[in-house]
């Protein structure tokens, strides 16, 4: 029997297989099954700063509807304040006392103090590891990228010394360089880095001219830059390296670690094919370990990685020069010989 166990963050799992962060978790039965099917650990629902602000004035403005209506009601409301972040709380205390796997928070905050208080607040319930969620969407032209990156490394050099559990960033792909990023927040104390959050982005409906907001899913072939970043990574940080985005099979998985991941985060793949999907991401896993005589994990983690690779172009653009420039391939792509044969395979 082949051995699937990793380490993430420092947390030893059972496989690499982690669910993602998403309304799936919110569903104590779900927790169950996703356990049952072989889910390593479990991120729970990100608690978002923005939501509570907002949930905070909407209840405000309720209460002020009708101030001051007359001279004897100054408000027909009594005076309450919103929970803040306390039903979040509750609710993954309720999710880690559901499942005997790890279980993850997941935070995206606005202001520093505030990432630092809530972090203590989730800490205080139980779980495992707190999830950062670092990206920004900025609309204005003032604020460079040092500033933003500078910004998030002290927020989690904050965050490292005021909680006692591993401290985990989940990334956007968008920094100038994601590799010195990276290597900048592995010093600062993350205990592992995610690659990468996938952003909401808008649409537009062209018929009614209106903007729309579609499920964000990925796709089968959304997981290769993880993989570059991952094979890059591999050996040159401290921190747990987590593919995520794209991962649908055991197969893809198996890329991960073989470029040199420790684990993978998985949710469209469920939302697609359900929770049995898990399981039988673990028996090809394990059929293809039987097959090549792997009896750990560590025993071809990052074989395909940078480190270990003698071809010096394998993680450069170079090699994409290289195989427009082989001849059998521009045979086999070239509009004068008709229909474009798919052999994206065997490339």
């Known amino acids: 029997m082949v051995d699937l166990t990793t380490k993430y963050c420092g947390l030893t799992l059972k496989n690499p297989i982690v669910v993602g962060a998403s309304n799936l978790v919110t569903d104590l039965d779900n927790l ?132 006692r559990i591993p401290v985990i ?33 808008p649409d537009i409906d062209v018929d009614k001219e209106m903007h729309h907001y579609p499920y964000n899913f990925s796709s089968e072939n959304d997981s290769r830059l993880a993989l570059r970043y ?29 470029a040199g991941a420790d684990a993978v985060q998985v949710v469209s793949a469920i939302y697609k094919k359900g929770i049995p999907v898990i399981e039988s991401m673990l028996a090809e896993m394990t059929k293809w370990m039987e097959k090549k005589k792997y009896p750990s994990i560590q025993e071809f983690k990052g074989k395909l990685s940078k480190e270990n690779m003698f071809d010096p172009f394998a993680y450069k653009r170079a090699q994409y020069v290289d195989i427009l420039m082989r001849s059998e391939i521009f045979m086999q792509y070239h509009p004068k010989h008709g229909e474009l044969k798919d052999d994206r395979e065997e490339i």
């Open 32 to 163: 169950v099954k996703l356990e049952k099917a072989g889910a390593a650990a479990i991120v729970y629902k990100s608690l978002f700063e923005e939501q509570i602000q907002l949930e905070s004035l909407d209840m405000e403005n309720a209460q002020e509807t009708f101030s001051n209506w007359d001279a004897e009601h100054d408000s027909f409301f009594p005076t309450l304040k919103h929970g803040g972040p306390a039903e979040h709380l509750l609710r993954l205390r309720q999710a880690k006392r559901a499942v005997s796997i790890p279980l993850i928070g997941s935070l995206n905050c606005v202001y520093r103090d505030t990432w630092v208080e809530y972090a203590q607040k989730m800490a205080e319930t139980g779980i495992d590891a707190l999830e950062l969620n670092f990206y920004t969407s900025e609309i204005g032209f003032e604020t460079d990228g040092a500033h933003v990156v500078n910004e998030q490394i002290e927020v989690l050099r904050n965050v490292h010394k005021a909680i």
């Open 169 to 201: 960033v989940k990334l956007s792909p968008f920094y100038t360089n994601s590799l010195s990023v990276i290597s900048k927040m592995d010093k600062a104390g993350a205990s592992g880095v995610v690659l990468f959050n996938r952003l909401f982005q």
């Open 230 to 258: 991952a094979g890059l990574l591999y050996s040159k940080i401290d921190a747990s390296i987590i593919a995520n985005t794209g991962i649908f099979s055991g197969i893809d998985v198996i890329k991960m670690l073989l």
